[in-house]
């Protein structure tokens, strides 16, 4: 069974999840800006990033499940804990596209 490497799945799922994350914050900017198809473009690109960190994550998931424990390092809990937060501002920001759309729509924003 391949060794894990906490450091580099952590670093890996952090950088996936910072990306996810900034684009989601950018998604929302694109919307209240009124550029509602570069808001859902930020969108599918933060929802992939989101799979890459997933992915990484998997391999972990994936070895305990089979039954092997692991002593998780403390950057590892961090890495998980970015890819969680990343996940709800990125659900968010879907929110946040649709209900600009909708005030775009009826013109209760320009």
Do not use: C, W
């Not at 994550?57 to 809990?77: C, S």
């Amino acid at each position: 069974m391949k060794q894990i490497n906490f450091e580099e799945i952590s670093f890996g799922i952090i950088t996936f999840a910072g990306m996810a994350k900034s684009n989601g914050i950018m998604a929302i900017k694109s919307a209240k800006e009124a550029k509602i198809s570069e808001a859902r473009g930020l969108i599918t690109e933060a929802e992939q990033n989101l799979v890459e960190a997933e992915k990484t994550h998997m391999d972990v998931i994936q070895q305990e499940a089979q039954g092997v424990k692991h002593q998780i390092p403390v950057l590892f809990m961090h890495a998980e804990d970015q890819m969680m937060t990343s996940q709800m501002v990125v659900e968010l920001a879907k929110e946040f596209i649709d209900l600009y759309e909708k005030l775009l729509a009826k013109k209760v924003i320009d």
